[in-house]
């Protein structure tokens, strides 16, 4: 017998890694929780025998009998479903539980009583319960793991085409959620081409804009996001913009960035250049009381600093921009080349200060745009400008919503989804039933 540990950030990550090396025929003999993520112990040719025995724990063996039990049933109705397509594509697009009596959930243990006075035994129940807790959870993520790949291939056995148009978007990079959505939109077009064209126009419709563009508007306008998604470069172009269309007598710039070396003298030399005012504003001074004098001014910009989510001064930050005599609409700057998870991140950091809606960056160095999409349309927010270039302003574009569905086409993966990543998908999709549909 061949027995190995893995470690891992995750359960779903520790079970590719076991898979990788060990096969699909290697059996999960231990997990626990570690520091920065968690262990696996997996054996090839396993016999219970081989291992010494251990204490029974009747508790969680009989949580685990029951999750056993649970497994064998969604298998057997996943095979059973075959001939059910409307309670496939019900369960699949809808977001719906595996089972309408028994919902894919973490069991909810209830501590017994305590004793008025604190006893070791209550010490050492507790970490019974955090132990069947961490297993059960451990559970839980490798049953919505084989549940994604059999619903991954009973989809393509069943519904080939359906299944080629997951790929296609899977190639575009939508997240899961939006493309059930949209597939749900299409269900009744059988003829492929007609069904990938009316998904895309579905998805364009998806895709906000503002009805008037924010610099017509007038007003404040600050610049937010993370270090590198290009807030000062963006801003440099706004300002341009209305500079070349209506002067320079009616804008005015204003920095919140004391923390980058530059900053500052960067946006000064902007200010000379187009014969702008530039306000700094350093930590702690009001932002209402600087922004007094720039009233007048049809257009302020504010240029703000990227800082860390756990940096105390971005909650400050956002609190000013959020206050009531500022009247600011901020929007958060996104770089299309950043990972999913730096996206995501940036916009639970930034959606505190109240977001108007989204400026999408570096188009033209992206490898997709599906993930910043799906962020936008998950989250209701408009996309108010596009840049593509270092040019000021060239570079700046109002969207257009088809064709920044066609741009994502044009920019999507050459080579098709792994069945892996696609039953990852399903099986996160398994992992959040009830996320709120979009359309």
């Excluded at 077009?189 to 906000?208: D, Y």
């Excluded at 070396?261 to 014969?275: F, M, P, S, V």
């Excluded at 109240?354 to 960056?361: K, M």
């Excluded at 569905?405 to 069945?419: G, K, L």
Aim: aromatic fraction near 4%; charge should be neutral.
């Amino acid at each position: 017998m061949q027995v190995k540990r893995f470690f891992a950030a995750d359960m779903r990550q520790a079970m590719k890694l076991v898979r990788d090396e060990l096969g699909a025929d290697a059996a999960i003999i231990g997990n626990r929780r570690i520091a920065g993520g968690v262990e696996l112990t997996a054996a090839l040719d396993y016999t219970p025998s081989a291992l010494a025995p251990r204490v029974p724990n009747m508790e969680l063996e009989d949580e685990l009998r029951k999750t056993a039990s649970r497994i064998v049933s969604a298998q057997a109705e996943l095979s059973m479903r075959g001939d059910s397509d409307a309670t496939t594509n019900r369960q699949l697009f809808a977001g719906l539980p595996l089972t309408a009596a028994e919902p894919l959930v973490e069991p909810t243990f209830i501590e017994p009583p305590r004793p008025a006075a604190p006893a070791p035994a209550a010490a050492v129940d507790q970490r019974v319960f955090d132990s069947m807790r961490f297993e059960l959870n451990g559970l839980r993520e490798l049953l919505e793991v084989q549940l994604g790949s059999l619903a991954w291939t009973q989809l393509q056995g069943s519904k080939p085409q359906q299944a080629n148009l997951w790929r296609r978007l899977q190639r575009i990079g939508l997240s899961g959620p939006l493309s059930r959505d949209l597939l749900a939109l299409t269900t009744e077009i059988e003829e492929p081409r007609q069904a990938w064209r009316m998904l895309l126009a579905h998805l364009a419709r998806m895709i906000a804009t503002p009805e008037i563009e924010p610099l017509e508007e007038g007003g404040v306008i600050a610049m937010v996001g993370p270090a590198g998604m290009g807030k000062t470069t963006t801003l440099a172009k706004l300002a341009a913009r209305y500079v070349l269309k209506y002067g320079a007598q009616n804008i005015a710039l204003v920095s919140m960035d004391s923390y980058r070396i530059g900053a500052q003298e960067q946006l000064k030399t902007l200010g000379r250049i187009l014969n702008v005012s530039v306000t700094h504003v350093d930590p702690g001074q009001s932002l209402a009381n600087a922004l007094d004098p720039l009233l007048r001014k049809r257009v302020v910009l504010i240029d703000t600093a990227g800082l860390q989510a756990s940096d105390p001064a971005l909650r400050m930050q956002l609190e000013s921009l959020a206050g009531r005599g500022i009247k600011s609409k901020n929007y958060l700057v996104l770089a299309t080349t950043s990972q999913k998870q730096v996206l995501t991140a940036a916009y639970h950091s930034y959606k505190r200060c109240g977001l108007a809606g989204c400026i999408l960056t570096k188009l033209d160095e992206t490898a997709s745009l599906g993930e910043v999409l799906s962020l936008a349309i998950s989250h209701e927010l408009p996309v108010a400008y596009l840049t593509d270039g270092p040019r000021i302003p060239d570079d700046l574009h109002l969207p257009r919503r088809h064709q920044l569905v066609s741009r994502a086409v044009s920019v999507q993966m050459q080579e098709e989804p792994s069945e892996e990543a696609m039953a990852d998908m399903f099986a996160d999709l398994y992992h959040n039933p009830a996320k709120k549909r979009v359309g």
